[in-house]
């Protein structure tokens, strides 16, 4: 579409700059193409974004939705002026959302709302959603970017979004099943992934751009704390979805902000407890640094954080070598943290 007639003077002197707009989506189409799937039916540019359902063989399709931000991460990332992997985040915290259900990821939509449309910066965002969806099998079929001058500051922004999957109602995960002496796997986090910044940024002095941050650390693998918090959400879509495929999964918790406590017992029925054995946790090294920077309980710890579990999985104990060979298989560090039992407090860390 030819925008060159499309300009207002007025409306640039007011703060907006509609052409950086019409450049910012010429410029994220090239990573808008990598998404598109078979569901795909237009082209970005439209009002809005159509996707054809792929219902074949599916006796009652359901469509499950999910929508989500990156939380005050982006205040991490427009420090660093790193904006190419925030994106993979805001899919991450959908996607992995639906898949609790058994859905498959068909669609997303993002939006970006910015003190100033910098095409260029815009464009790096999109492209890290554009990754999230191509880790997660889901096209970028549309978004809006809304630039907001005198609500926000120039440089800041932030991005949120939503995704649509599908799944046949009678495979929808509903932890009916889940018995006592189901075993609890773990999947491993790639790290703090989205939730809990705000602690973060207590802990570290990150609003005041504490200089420790840029400092590489041998704890971290050589990495900055920095580098190490904006490490991008594991995306476990498709590795999941290879496992419902041949395992009994009788319930999942993609475990975001509130931790083990909050997140673990969405999935366990009432009259059941999972028992999580806390020394078979793999903690992560950043996680270590907050407590010990913050003087964090350990109980607020696993109450606000992953611990470097992003995700947990209640198979049949029958079943548990399957699960962990398909999940290896599939490139997830995935290992057993605990046992179902009976009780009523849907989840113990001991």
């Given at each position: 579409m030819d925008h060159k007639n499309s300009h207002s003077a007025s409306y640039a002197a007011?703060?907006?700059?509609?052409?950086?707009?019409?450049?910012?989506?010429?410029?994220?189409?090239?990573?808008?193409?990598?998404?598109?799937?078979?569901?795909?039916?237009?082209?970005?540019?439209?009002?809005?974004?159509?996707?054809?359902?792929?219902?074949?063989?599916?006796?009652?399709?359901?469509?499950?939705?999910?929508?989500?931000?990156?939380?005050?991460?982006?205040?991490?990332?427009?420090?660093?002026?790193?904006?190419?992997?925030?994106?993979?985040d805001a899919v991450a915290m959908c996607v992995n959302d639906i898949i609790c259900c058994g859905a498959k990821p068909l669609f997303f939509l993002d939006y970006i709302a910015c003190g100033k449309n910098v095409p260029e910066k815009i464009a790096a965002i999109v492209g890290g959603v554009a990754e999230g969806c191509v880790q997660s099998g889901a096209a970028l079929i549309g978004g809006e970017t809304a630039e907001h001058p005198g609500l926000m500051p120039a440089e800041d922004y932030d991005l949120a979004g939503f995704a649509v999957g599908i799944v046949d109602k009678k495979k929808i995960l509903d932890n009916t099943a889940m018995a006592e002496g189901d075993v609890v796997i773990a999947l491993a986090s790639t790290g703090i992934h989205s939730n809990g910044f705000s602690l973060c940024r207590k802990v570290f002095d990150i609003d005041n751009n504490n200089p420790q941050l840029y400092v590489a650390r041998e704890e971290l693998g050589g990495k900055t704390i920095a580098e190490a918090l904006l490490t991008p959400t594991r995306i476990y879509v498709k590795s999941v979805l290879a496992l419902l495929q041949k395992v009994n999964v009788k319930g999942i918790s993609h475990i975001t902000g509130g931790g083990f406590y909050e997140n673990i017992p969405r999935s366990i029925p009432d009259g059941l407890c999972a028992k999580i054995d806390k020394a078979a946790v793999k903690v992560l090294p950043i996680f270590h640094m907050i407590a010990a920077w913050g003087n964090i309980p350990e109980r607020d710890m696993f109450n606000t954080y992953n611990m470097g579990v992003g995700m947990s999985i209640v198979v049949p104990a029958a079943e548990v070598d399957a699960a962990l060979e398909i999940l290896k298989a599939n490139g997830e560090d995935a290992y057993v943290i605990g046992t179902i039992v009976k009780g009523e407090e849907k989840v113990i860390l001991a």
């Open positions: 007011a703060g907006v700059d509609i052409t950086a707009g019409y450049r910012a989506v010429e410029l994220m189409k090239k990573h808008v193409a990598r998404t598109r799937n078979e569901g795909c039916l237009d082209d970005v540019g439209g009002f809005g974004g159509c996707f054809g359902l792929p219902i074949a063989g599916m006796e009652e399709p359901v469509l499950v939705s999910g929508t989500d931000g990156c939380g005050t991460k982006v205040k991490l990332a427009i420090l660093m002026d790193k904006h190419d992997t925030i994106g993979i």
